[in-house]
Structures are given as C-alpha cells and as structure tokens.
C-alpha cells in the first residue's frame, strides 16, 4: 500500500517475473571521451524493458574510472541524454530490475560497481544462485560486509578475493564456487566480461556490432541496435573482449543443457531467438499443437495480449477458428494505483485490457494465454468478456499448470500463489468461471521442440530440477 492506495501492476501482477536483462558493449574505435557506449547500451536496455521494470542502470568505463548511473524505475525514466553525456567510454555494461516489492530496495539496483586490490569491476546478473546463503555466510564469516541483498555482490566479493589471479582465472575460480542459474556481465577498466552457467538455464549471446562486440540476454536487444548476432554463449563458458580481442573459455563443462522453457513461453520477445530457436515460432507451435489437444466448438479465437498473441495465431491456423482482436490492450498504462476494492480492480483491468463488445457479443470465445500463475487475472478477463457479452468463454493455456516453484531467478517461488499447486484444471475452471479450460500437456510442450525434452529445465511444470536445491533458497531471483 502507498498513500491509502494499493499499487496494482495490473495484468502483470499476474505473471511469472523475469530475473533481470543485461547488456554489456565494447567499441574499441569509439573516442574514450564519446558516450557511444553507454548511448547504446540504453537503447540496448530499452529492447530489454520486459525483463524487468522496476529499476535500470549503466556502468561505463573510459579506460581508466567506471562511471555509474541507476535508479528505480523504467529506463526512459532513469537514463536520458544528460545522464548518458556523464557516461564516457569505449566500454559499458547495463541492467533492468524486476520488480519485486520484497527485494525493492535502491541499494539492490545494478549494475554494483567495486573497487578492489586489482582496480574496479562492474558487475550486473540475471539469475539466481541456489547457494547464495551458505555462500553470503560463509563470506561474512571471513570478513566480508554486504550493503545489498543481491547475488551480484557474493560474486563481487568472491572476485575480491582472486584479484591477483589473472581475469579468466579470477572469473574460472568464481564459476566453480557458485550454483544456479545466471549469465552475468562484467566489466573491468578495459575488458568486458561475459559468462553463463554449466547448465545454460539464463540466456546470452553474442553480437558484433562495427568492430566491436555486444553480450545481452535476448538477441531483440542486437537488432535493435543494428548489432549482427554472432552465437549463443554456451553454458560454462567464459567470454573476455579487449584490447586483444575476443577470447573464450570454455571453464567448466558445458552439462546436459538446460534451457530455461519459459523463455520461449512467456519471458523472451517474440523477436528473440535464444539457443537457436525462435520465440515466436515456439509459441505458434504451442497454440497448433494446443489445439490439437483440446477441440471446442467455438465462433472465434482471441489472444490475451500481447504474451498469448503468438500461441492464438497458431491455436487459430490449426482449429480453422476465426483469430479477431476481442481485447484492446493499453500500451501506455503504467503502474495502476487503485483503492483495494473490487470495483477498482475491474477498472485497472479495463485500463489495460479492454473487450471489443463488437467482436465478442453472442460469440462462443476462445480466449488463448500463455500462462496462469495465480489465476487473479484470468477469472477478471473472463469476467469482462462475459460483461461485453461473451456467449461463451473457453479459456486455452499454452503451457501446462505451473505447480512448482523456480529457483533459478524467477518470482513463482511462493508456490501458495500458484493456483496449480492447490487446485486440479476443474478447480482452476471454476474459479475463473471459465466455461472449459485447457492447458498444453508437458508432452505437448516438449513436442513443439526438435531435441524433445533434452535441454531444457522445465521445473516448474513437472517439478525435475536441473540442479539440486537444498536447504535455504531464499524465493526470488536475484537475492540470497
Ligand atoms: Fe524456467 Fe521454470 Fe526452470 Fe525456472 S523452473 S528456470 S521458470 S523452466
């Protein structure tokens, strides 16, 4: 609650929530004194809004000082032109924050940036180590003080303590000592830094940008900035970029992967590909082969959007059911602050989703999203349409009941609010008040993709965890 009022992220409430996005760059012709590093890494972040709203911030180096601006908010509202002219430098690494109201502190913000024995390090991370507690003990026990509650300090101070070793030494000895999944980048005076987990469960790739280099999490974030994609990194790999070039270390092997699945359902842009598969393409797969699963009789096919867009288009292609735009998404509500009643709540749905009466009215709708989490939205959407004059609502989920927490830097870790972990599909459809609901099967889901269920984690619908949790996991992404 602020002020009396409730703050409502509104249809987002009601999603899982990305860890973080990072971006990193270095322009080895950019004049030091130029802000073309830290102007494009903005537009880089920008691409990556999606993967976290709550705070934005860029580390820049010119080869000598690391310069830092960050704060809470999007990053049109942190970052503009004055704030980049303050960013000099070849180099600069950049991040976006979920938003997380337990964790939302500034202090949390990234990228942190450290002095230590060996010079300064910029750090910023998506993910989530499983051993973030024993660790955080472990180094407070030997002397180390923490200011934040990020993950990316326990790696700041664990390189603390390599800072004689050579870079991919330090950054070699720091892999073998964490657990989880991450894709963090780095960025000393003069070389910028990327890695990934053994697993690969947190994307990265690599792009060319003139004769310098970018590392992001989503490939959208390379076109947007008129980067060439080069490659994936691969999970335990090592990247390093200066003034020799690029050289990478593969430094712990590379396990069976295992690719975060809801990257292709719901956190990445449809734009993206990631690990060698389109997003949109693996969303149009999911709503055809939704659809092969669960035939209704129905007038028409909707998207919720813009998540569930992609999944309609396919349900839509496979039933041979009309796709129309039955909801109206505002694109320009932000935060929604509303006073805690139900009524309000209706209205900051209709804020950002409103039903297209004209298109709905009399009509047997199926209504196609890409996920429920705790239900709260979906039982709203199906109450508007119904509203607007939905003959029917049928409500398709192309993924299956997610009914188990994520450990590795997403926000369901507090598996009461997943609906799936309490209710079956038939409890799930009445308290949305769904006329039939269906979701994907974890068959199906795998099916869409070439290597099956190799390669990919997909833990929070069958519950098989690529890497062993054990005892204190605290339940978000980027905290202890
Ligand atoms: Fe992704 Fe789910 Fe695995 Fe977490 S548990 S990494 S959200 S597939």
Known sequence: MEGGYQVFHGLDDDKMKEACGVFGIYLPDAEPGSNEAAR??????????????ESAGIASSNGNDIELH????????VINSKVIDQLPGQMAIGHVRYPNGEDSHPLNTQPLVFRYLGGMVALAHNGNLVNAVELRKKLAREGSIFQTTADTEILANLMARHCQERLENAVTRVMSEIK??????MMTENQLVGFRDPRGIRPLCLGRINDGYILASESCALNTVGAEFIRDVNPGEIIIIGSEGLKSYQV????????????????????????????????RAMGRQLARESRVDADIVIAVPDSGTSAALGYAEESGILFEEGLMKNRYVGRTFIQPTQQMRDLAVRLKLNPVAEVVKGKRVIMVDDSIVRGTTSKMIVNVLKQAGAAEVHMMV????????CYYGIDTSRSGELIAARLDVEGIRQFIGADSLHYISVEGMFSVFDAGEEGFCAACFNG????LVEGEVMDTCSTE
């Open 40 to 53: 494009t890494t903005f537009y880089g972040l920008y691409a990556l809004q999606h993967r976290g709203q």
């Open 70 to 77: 960050k704060g809470m908010g999007l990053v049109s509202e």
């Open 180 to 185: 989880g999944g991450y894709a963090v980048v």
């Open 252 to 283: 712990r092997e590379a396990g069976v992967g295992a690719h975060c699945i809801f990257e292709y359902i719901y956190f990445a842009r449809p734009d993206s590909t990631i690990d060698g598969i389109n997003v949109n393409r693996a969303r």
């Open 398 to 405: 192309a993924s299956p009941p997610t009914s188990y927490a």
């Open 464 to 467: 098989e965890y690529p890497i």
